[in-house]
């Protein structure tokens, strides 16, 4: 018998006296990603996720009928709301694809009521997620450590990364083979170059669910999508294999996603602090609270990419009260995400905004 969702109350969380000067330093390493990249590039680029495969418009149909435990925040009340996916991988700078990273996906929502986040503009919730299960750092000083070895390497020795990726692709398949998971391996180039039209996507870190505490997946359901799950796409010497493979497909996709909510259950046994620790899914586990619907279109059309790569910023700090990020490793996202959207916006001269339904 699953156990009752846990309540949320703000004590949930456990804030630590250090975390202003880590995120004071998350501030810095970032600058170094965005100065070093900009000055390459002639143009300013996400500090993390820079490189996009796809950009979808779409809409989330919120299911009718929910119980009252799933009944929450943007999910209280059925409806549509317009929606735009980016489909990205990690890394800070632009890389070719044959340094193969994990995955991730960016979705902002429009037209959602309710008491807004602090700094949270317009009427939007973000929700960033990633083809993986659990988060590389076990806390923000973990991550600032692990972020700093990538700022050393940023836009420098492409063909050493191209080597080092195709060695750490073994590495994960070697592993795999005796079930083993490393988010560490797949950080640094070992990740499966996957089609991220076929991926599930986690939040990895825990949110506020209104009344209770949740993560959150996004998991293809149509057909299309989900006998893309786990294709590798073949590089063949193309810079931007990926983005080209993804266009070609949703030409002819009516793209289909499950939104899920797994409800925490156990404090002790779902963490909010640790976003190493995955939340064991016979314990807390996924449940429907709508779909996200795409229809065939060109995922790499101008227009849009212009609006959302490079007018629109995505955070987990976008949004509403009831699904406030809870956790170290989110309270350290916030300032550092708005100084990069900021960073970006001025060396532009390209304002972002948040869009309207």
Same mark, same amino acid.
């Given at each position: 018998?699953?156990?009752?969702?846990?309540?949320?109350?703000?004590?949930?969380?456990?804030?630590?006296?250090?975390?202003?000067?880590?995120?004071?330093?998350? /501030?810095?390493?970032?600058?170094?990603?965005?100065?070093?990249?900009?000055?390459?590039?002639?143009?300013?680029?996400?500090?993390?996720?820079?490189?996009?495969?796809?950009?979808?418009?779409?809409?989330?149909?919120?299911?009718?009928?929910?119980?009252?435990?799933?009944?929450?925040?943007?999910?209280?009340?059925?409806?549509?709301?317009?929606?735009?996916?980016?489909?990205?991988? /990690?890394?800070?700078?632009?890389?070719?694809?044959?340094?193969?990273?994990?995955?991730?996906?960016?979705?902002?929502?429009?037209?959602?009521?309710?008491?807004?986040?602090?700094?949270?503009?317009?009427?939007?919730?973000?929700?960033?997620?990633?083809?993986?299960?659990?988060?590389?750092?076990?806390?923000?000083?973990?991550?600032?450590?692990?972020?700093?070895?990538?700022?050393?390497?940023?836009?420098?020795?492409?063909?050493?990364?191209?080597?080092?990726?195709?060695?750490?692709?073994?590495?994960?398949?070697?592993?795999?083979?005796?079930?083993?998971?490393?988010?560490?391996?797949?950080?640094?180039?070992?990740?499966?170059?996957?089609?991220?039209?076929?991926?599930?996507?986690?939040?990895?870190?825990?949110?506020?669910?209104?009344?209770?505490?949740?993560?959150?997946?996004?998991?293809?359901?149509?057909?299309?999508?989900?006998?893309?799950?786990?294709?590798?796409?073949?590089?063949?010497?193309?810079?931007?294999?990926?983005?080209?493979?993804?266009?070609?497909?949703?030409?002819?996709?009516?793209?289909?996603?499950?939104?899920?909510?797994?409800?925490?259950?156990?404090?002790?046994?779902?963490?909010?602090?640790?976003?190493?620790?995955?939340?064991?899914?016979?314990?807390?586990?996924?449940?429907?609270?709508?779909?996200?619907?795409?229809?065939?279109?060109?995922?790499?059309?101008?227009?849009?990419?212009?609006?959302?790569?490079?007018?629109?910023?995505?955070?987990?700090?976008?949004?509403?009260?009831?699904?406030?990020?809870?956790?170290?490793?989110?309270?350290?996202?916030?300032?550092?995400?708005?100084?990069?959207?900021?960073?970006?916006?001025?060396?532009?001269?390209?304002?972002?905004?948040?869009?309207?339904?």
């Amino acid at each position: 018998m699953t156990a009752p969702a846990i309540r949320y109350t703000p004590d949930i969380e456990d804030v630590q006296p250090d975390e202003r000067e880590t995120i004071a330093q998350l /501030n810095d390493t970032f600058d170094v990603i965005l100065e070093r990249t900009a000055e390459d590039y002639g143009h300013a680029v996400r500090s993390v996720h820079a490189k996009s495969h796809g950009i979808l418009e779409g809409e989330l149909i919120v299911d009718d009928g929910l119980p009252p435990e799933l009944a929450q925040g943007l999910f209280a009340t059925p409806g549509r709301h317009k929606a735009w996916l980016r489909m990205s991988t /990690n890394a800070g700078d632009i890389l070719p694809d044959a340094i193969s990273l994990p995955r991730g996906l960016a979705v902002k929502i429009a037209g959602v009521e309710g008491e807004r986040l602090p700094g949270a503009e317009g009427d939007t919730q973000d929700f960033v997620m990633v083809n993986g299960t659990v988060f590389q750092a076990k806390t923000a000083d973990k991550f600032l450590g692990n972020l700093k070895m990538l700022a050393k390497t940023t836009d420098r020795m492409e063909g050493t990364k191209k080597a080092m990726s195709a060695v750490l692709r073994g590495v994960h398949h070697a592993l795999e083979a005796v079930g083993i998971e490393s988010p560490a391996v797949d950080s640094l180039g070992g990740a499966p170059n996957v089609d991220p039209l076929g991926e599930t996507y986690y939040s990895v870190t825990p949110f506020r669910y209104g009344d209770h505490v949740a993560k959150f997946s996004i998991a293809p359901v149509a057909p299309a999508l989900t006998s893309r799950t786990g294709t590798i796409i073949p590089v063949d010497g193309r810079e931007d294999a990926i983005r080209e493979d993804v266009q070609a497909e949703m030409w002819d996709i009516d793209a289909e996603w499950e939104f899920r909510v797994q409800l925490c259950r156990d404090l002790e046994r779902q963490p909010i602090e640790d976003p190493t620790v995955e939340w064991d899914e016979s314990e807390a586990p996924f449940m429907r609270v709508g779909v996200i619907r795409a229809a065939p279109q060109d995922s790499w059309d101008a227009g849009r990419v212009q609006a959302v790569n490079e007018e629109m910023r995505f955070s987990v700090w976008t949004g509403i009260t009831a699904h406030q990020p809870l956790g170290n490793i989110n309270r350290a996202r916030r300032e550092p995400y708005r100084h990069s959207a900021d960073f970006r916006a001025r060396y532009n001269g390209c304002p972002y905004h948040e869009p309207t339904a």
